[in-house]
């Protein structure tokens, strides 16, 4: 693993929402390197669930979670994931080199299973063909219902994975991966404290985007925590 020479901090900087989420710890970037997959697949069963019956309101937390948690995980890998950072060396540059590495199998096991689920759950369907037979004969060809809307979500699917994944492998294997923030105070919270706030809130969107079908009332438990962590990242300062 790689050692991180520590910076010179003159002043401590003004701390965010952004700086009080940021998983320092090896343990919690693990936590989160797996909260994003689930999470994931968990928005991708419930379009799947609820497609006929119009979605639910679980579709605009859906988003934004997933952009929140992945900037955590990015925040987390920042130094590793700059590509012209001053202070990589080859020490790092392998690191990042092997997680790359690592992603691709890792993106060809996601594309193998999630095609191998969609030949399970696609509706059968049968078009009838008449042209070029004579006398007007037609032929029955039984297959798959593929709507251009289901082909577009499994695009976009493989699309979020691929990106994820360089960055989880990294937030997984480099405990040392993260820019330290010497001189800055921390979060009165410890960092297992604030990941239980933050995925309790994230059940409760979910839970009352599927019971409320309103996206809003989904949206507020996670975003009320993340102004109190805000708030606690600031009065700390």
């Known amino acids: 693993m790689s050692e991180l020479a520590l910076p010179k901090v003159g002043t401590a900087r003004r701390r965010t ?3 009080a989420i940021t998983p320092e710890g090896r343990a919690s970037r693990r936590r989160w390197t797996v909260a994003f997959p689930a999470l994931l697949s968990l928005s991708a069963w419930i379009a799947v669930a609820t497609y006929d019956d119009g979605g639910t309101g679980v579709g605009l937390l859906a988003p934004v979670a997933l952009v929140i948690v992945f900037g955590m995980l990015r925040r987390s890998t920042r130094r590793l994931t700059a590509l012209d950072h001053p202070e990589l060396d080859e020490r790092d540059r392998l690191a990042r080199d092997r997680a790359f590495r690592l992603a691709y199998p890792l993106l060809l096991a996601v594309l193998v299973i999630s095609l191998a689920v969609l030949a399970l759950v696609l509706p059968e369907a049968t078009r009838d063909v008449s042209a070029d037979f004579p006398r007007g004969a037609t ?5 798959s219902f593929l709507q251009l809307e289901a ?8 699309v979020i994975w691929a990106i994820f994944l360089p960055t989880g492998v990294l937030a ?9 923030d010497t001189g800055e105070p921390t979060s009165e919270l410890s960092e297992a404290a604030r990941d239980a706030w933050l995925a309790g809130a994230l059940t409760a969107g979910y839970i009352l985007g599927i019971i ?7 949206l507020l438990p996670f975003v009320g925590v993340l102004a109190l962590l805000g708030w606690l990242a600031r009065r700390t300062h």
């Open 17 to 19: 929402w952004r700086d």
């Open 212 to 218: 409320q079908d309103v996206d809003l009332f989904a």
């Open 139 to 143: 032929v029955s060809i039984s297959g």
């Open 151 to 158: 082909l577009i979500g499994v695009a976009l699917w493989l």
């Open 172 to 180: 997984w294997r480099e405990p040392d991966a993260l820019e330290p």
